[in-house]
Every structure is written in structure tokens, then in C-alpha cells.
């Protein structure tokens, strides 16, 4: 669980690269379409890791606002990030299997079905970023990423061949990134010397599913797409560190 794991934090930095490396090969476990066939929406575990992640983020937040350098600073944002990037994907695991439905609007794993803006405001905001969930789930998903990076963060490709692209992506910094296609939003997590393709998911298996580069057929057949490294970006960092309001793009 997340508090054994976190129980390092304190310029452990990343450290939990190996068993976050681990977390992803069990979500991927070679099953069908993505979605290991005994694994089914976990809402029980979701709850425990959003209670912990808030209390680790007060905690990170309490150290960040006590540091006199900006050395000091950095190296709790050093830690905010591990935290973020052990935790974010859990919490995403925990959904899987949940239904797709283009209008579902599902407020936790499991609790009916989910759209591709909705899961991923959901999560972001259980995980303790600020945001008006309705509000950032209803738009196009460049606004999604801009709501919380920069243009100059946000790198766009359009018309990339599928394989030369996602070779790309596997040699990208480490982190959670969200990425919008022609019409989907959804979670990439690099790392290890690959991705997951983490998403709600409007073709079969029309469910919440964990898919490698191989099985995301709707990251290959987009044509348009724009990447962002939510956890790279230390604006974002700090405005989860200190629970500042998100205001959504487009609103």
C-alpha cells in the first residue's frame, strides 16, 4: 500500500522508479485488450489511497511552506513528484473495468459508467489538485492539458506515424502525462524504457483499461495528439503542494 512505499519520502526523489516499474507490468500482465481478466474496479482501495495521498500532500505542504532555501524548496518538490508519480497510477488501476459511456459522469471506481474527460478529471482531482472536475471533463482535451501546463510544455504531433511516435514517448522523461487525440483524453505513464496507455475507453473493451504500446489502438489511430508531463512541471507541483485553485481553460 501507499504508506509502507511513502514511508521513504524525504529526498527519496526516484528512488521509486523500480516499484512503480513493477506496478505497471502488473497492470499490463499480458491479458486481452489490456485488462486482466480477474481485476475488476476497486472503489475500497481508491478510497484508502486518496486519504493517504491528501495526508502526504498536507505533510509535503507543511515542509515546502517551512523551507527557508530555495534548495529546500526543491527537493520537497523532488519529493511531491515521487509521491505524485507512485500514487497517480494506482489510483488509476483501481478503475479498471469500470464501463464506458460517452456521457457517464461516475464519481469513483465502479460507481456507474465514466467518460474518457471524466475519468481523468476524476482522478486528478481525488488526487488533490483543485479543479471543478464537470468543468474541466466537458472540454476539448487541449484544454484539459492547458488548464494546467503552458503551450511550450504541451508538444503536439499531427500525422505522426503510430510506431515512430510511440517510440518517442518510451524515451521521454519519467512521469504521468495526459495526452489528447482527435476526440479522447486520456493518461500516459512513462517509465522503465516504455508507456501505459491509461484511459476510459469508447472501443473494446469499452471500459477503464491499462494498454502497452502494442494494445492502445486508439492512441495508434489518432491522427492528432499533444502530450504533457503533468509531474515534470514544478508550476504544477506547487499548486498541488499548496492546494491552489485550477482554473480550467475554456471556462
Not at 468543468?135 to 510544455?153: G, H, T, V
Not at 521521454?172 to 476526440?183: A, C, K, N, Q
Amino acid at each position: 500500500m501507499l504508506i509502507p512505499i511513502l514511508a521513504l519520502a524525504g529526498g527519496a526523489g526516484w528512488w521509486f522508479r523500480a516499484p512503480l516499474a513493477e506496478l505497471w507490468q502488473a497492470a499490463s500482465g499480458g491479458a486481452k485488450h489490456g485488462l486482466p481478466q480477474k481485476i475488476r474496479p476497486d472503489p475500497k482501495t481508491y478510497a484508502v489511497l486518496t486519504k493517504d495521498l491528501e495526508r502526504w500532500r498536507k505533510e509535503l505542504s507543511k515542509r515546502h511552506a517551512q523551507s527557508k532555501t530555495d534548495a529546500a524548496r526543491t527537493a520537497v518538490e523532488g519529493d511531491a513528484r515521487a509521491v505524485l508519480e507512485q500514487a497517480l497510477p494506482a489510483m488509476m488501476r483501481c478503475w479498471l473495468g469500470t464501463p464506458w459511456d460517452f456521457n457517464g459522469t461516475a464519481k469513483g471506481p465502479g460507481a456507474g459508467k465514466v467518460a474518457c474527460g471524466y475519468f481523468v478529471a476524476t482522478v486528478l482531482k481525488d488526487a488533490g489538485f483543485q479543479v471543478d472536475r464537470y468543468q474541466l471533463a466537458q472540454q476539448p482535451s487541449e484544454n484539459i492539458l492547458r488548464s494546467f501546463l503552458p503551450k511550450e510544455s504541451c508538444d503536439l504531433s499531427v500525422g505522426k506515424e503510430y510506431q515512430a511516435f510511440a517510440t518517442q514517448v518510451e524515451t521521454r522523461e519519467p512521469g504521468v502525462y495526459v495526452i489528447g487525440l482527435d476526440s479522447h483524453v486520456a493518461f500516459v505513464v512513462v517509465g522503465g524504457g516504455g508507456f501505459r496507455f491509461i484511459h476510459s475507453s469508447g472501443s473494446r473493451p469499452w471500459c477503464v483499461v491499462d494498454e502497452g504500446r502494442t494494445e492502445a489502438g486508439v492512441l495508434q489511430r489518432s491522427k492528432w495528439r499533444m502530450l504533457g508531463n503533468l509531474t515534470a512541471n514544478p508550476a504544477v507541483l506547487k499548486s498541488w503542494l499548496k492546494a491552489e485553485k485550477i482554473v480550467v481553460r475554456g471556462t
